[in-house]
């Protein structure tokens, strides 16, 4: 039995991640109590391996009948592969990613039915007889023990009873905010199926309804009678070493536009995203949405609306609030917390990355996230219709934050491979906008943004025009309006494209450009087609044609984990590409031969962690990264980083 000084910085820091509630328990009288420290140590091989060691602490605790839960490893000296991918390292994935390497000690929780209400720790019917004799949990629970694998099962046929898709949204919601650790491996191994579940596309409907469905908060609600006390709120979170924020205004909601406090369910589903594709731990994890009010009558006459019932605020006092915000997250979470902007409308969202991507880790997925993700879709597709992307025309529908960060993207690509200069590159790439093709005779009266594709052109105000005028060879649908990509443009695409490629991105699936069996049966079975939202097989003339899922989702978690396993402290366009080709070439010939041009999502942490190692290799070149030494295999290194979802031992 060993001693332990409480007064020192290692103690200290050890408990720092206790939350409030929980070490308000911590008073007087002091009694001596028994506390497991799970501690990592050095093994023969040189990989990090954990023991369970039994110390007293003299400690000022409040006298409670029942003791508290220590967790512990399952098997000291294994590390066994993941779900999904990744390398279960118990407690290592906790912590590998924090700056400072710090010996993860055991966490003391509530016991009895306290522990059964927190969703971190809670097990349900998997706790052991032994847990629930050691943790008052006798009588609490029905007698049977299952296991993890089994508690999945019976959810994923729970959920598969509901017929309405929000209700599985609900039901999956629920789960998150009563056992998290099932929540992820129910997500993981059932990505294909979940995913349009948590986010797109039934996670526009739920946004809708938000105030409806709304039950526990879930992330910071940060509002104009806020300001001036956003630093203070940042603290009021538990979780205090976050490495990924996601926020948003709500004002552009998918292609369902100005929902307001509403929005909150994009950054949820999102970082939810990041933990079960990407492998960010969960308490790493902060969704925050910043509400200025909306514009939208609906909600604002809305009795069960949960944000501020007043008009949207804009230009100087919008303008303060965020800065304060950035500010704010920077002196509390440090200059390596990833800040992702999600879902501004385009005014804000050009204004907000212009302003802070040098001063900041910020990214933003609608522009950014979107171009990479269909840059790795186009050159996937050029495996199936030749050439190189400097051979390609592309013509867009749509010039908002997705279609010029496409554009931009694709331009900045061709001008790597070409050594061409950007401003010549981009001439390869047209927009269509509300009022017609981009171009130059348009130039005064053109946002900031849409400039650089202002090419010379004579007018063309209608879309069918357009694309005969262009001929383009890539179509592309940002738009966010629903059965613009008509018969005839489908089948003028196909008169002079032998395989046209044509990307319907918008979202949710309402507002897709066209769907996959317009696009097969149109262009005769010969387009290449892939959509933001997923879309079933199609039968054409007794083939099946799988189209693909052009979803961010492929993109922003690897990307996300690899800033944080290097450290990174700026986004690089460089990283952009690197993820794109990371992504391109998980695509396999049998993945080809079905007409595919991008990867299942079955295999999404492989992919993941492959884009994550391009990405860190990228910010270690270009001198961005701040932790060193670099790793060897950084593709490993992704693995051994990633968060399981496997359940701890309690005793």
């Not at 720790?121 to 023990?145: I, M, Q, S």
């Not at 996601?246 to 995203?273: A, N, Y």
Request: aromatic share 8%; glycine share 8%; charged share 20%.
């Amino acid at each position: 039995m060993m001693s332990l000084n409480t007064s020192s910085s290692f103690v200290k820091n050890s408990i720092s991640g206790v939350s409030r509630t929980q070490s308000q328990a911590w008073k007087l009288p002091v009694r001596r109590r028994q506390m497991v420290v799970v501690g990592m140590v050095n093994s023969n091989n040189g990989r990090s391996s954990e023991r369970s060691i039994s110390v007293s602490v003299d400690s000022a605790v409040k006298d409670v009948s029942a003791p508290v839960a220590a967790v512990e490893p399952e098997d000291s000296n294994k590390l066994t592969t993941a779900v999904g991918g990744g390398v279960e390292d118990v407690y290592g994935e906790d912590s590998a990613t924090e700056e400072h390497f710090i010996t993860p000690w055991s966490v003391s929780v509530a016991s009895g039915y306290s522990l059964l209400r927190d969703p971190h720790h809670n097990k349900g019917l998997a706790f052991t007889e032994k847990e629930r004799d050691a943790h008052y949990l006798r009588g609490l629970l029905p007698p049977v023990v299952v296991g993890h694998d089994l508690q999945v099962k019976k959810m994923i046929h729970n959920i598969r009873q509901y017929q309405v898709p929000l209700q599985q949204y609900q039901a999956m919601m629920d789960l998150q905010e009563r056992n998290e650790r099932l929540f992820y491996k129910l997500l993981i191994e059932n990505v294909e199926e979940l995913l349009p579940i948590v986010y797109t596309p039934t996670v526009g409907e739920a946004c809708q309804k938000y105030g409806s469905i709304f039950k526990h908060p879930q992330g910071l609600f940060i509002s104009l009678k806020d300001k001036g006390k956003i630093l203070e709120i940042l603290k009021n979170w538990p979780q205090k070493k976050i490495q990924v924020i996601v926020v948003t205004d709500g004002e552009r909601i998918l292609g369902l536009g100005d929902l307001g406090c509403q929005g909150m369910g994009i950054p949820v589903g999102k970082l939810s995203l990041y933990t079960a594709l990407g492998g960010i731990r969960p308490s790493a994890c902060l969704p925050i949405t910043i509400d200025v009010g909306t514009n939208n009558e609906k909600m604002l006459n809305d009795e069960f609306y949960i944000g501020l019932r007043q008009r949207r605020a804009s230009g100087q006092e919008y303008a303060e609030l965020m800065s304060e915000f950035m500010s704010a997250v920077k002196q509390n979470y440090g200059e390596k917390v990833l800040i992702q902007f999600e879902d501004f409308a385009n005014h804000n969202a050009f204004d907000l990355l212009a302003k802070y991507s040098t001063t900041h880790l910020v990214f933003n997925d609608d522009i950014q996230g979107t171009a990479s993700v269909v840059l790795a879709g186009l050159i996937s597709a050029l495996k199936l219709v030749g050439g190189s992307l400097a051979d390609h025309k592309f013509l867009f529908l749509g010039a908002g934050e997705a279609g010029t960060g496409i554009a931009e993207l694709i331009a900045l690509e061709i001008s790597k491979q070409t050594n061409a200069p950007l401003e010549e590159t981009r001439k390869k790439v047209w927009l269509v906008d509300s009022k017609g093709l981009i171009v130059r005779s348009r130039l005064d009266s053109l946002q900031h943004f849409k400039k650089p594709w202002a090419h010379d052109h004579e007018p063309v105000c209608d879309f069918l025009d357009a694309v005969k005028s262009i001929r383009p060879t890539v179509l592309i649908g940002s738009s966010g309006a629903g059965q613009t990509f008509t018969k005839e443009v489908v089948q003028a695409m196909s008169s002079f494209n032998e395989k046209p490629i044509i990307l319907a991105l918008s979202n949710p699936t309402s507002q897709s450009e066209c769907t996959a069996e317009q696009a097969y049966t149109w262009s005769e079975g010969r387009a290449i087609f892939a959509s933001g939202s997923p879309f079933a097989p199609v039968e054409y003339n007794g083939k099946r044609y799988v189209s693909g899922q052009s979803n961010n989702a492929y993109i922003f978690p690897g990307f996300g984990l690899g800033l944080i396993i290097s450290g990174a402290i700026r986004v690089h366009d460089d990283m952009l590409l690197a993820a794109s080709e990371a992504l391109a070439e998980q695509v396999t010939q049998e993945h080809f031969d079905n007409g595919l041009i991008y990867p299942p999502f079955t295999n999404i942490r492989k992919i993941s962690a492959h884009i994550a190692a391009k990405v860190a290799a990228k910010a270690y070149e270009l001198g961005l990264a701040s932790r060193l030494p670099q790793p060897e295999n950084l593709v490993a290194h992704a693995e051994s980083c990633m968060y399981s979802p496997k359940y701890r031992n309690y005793r």
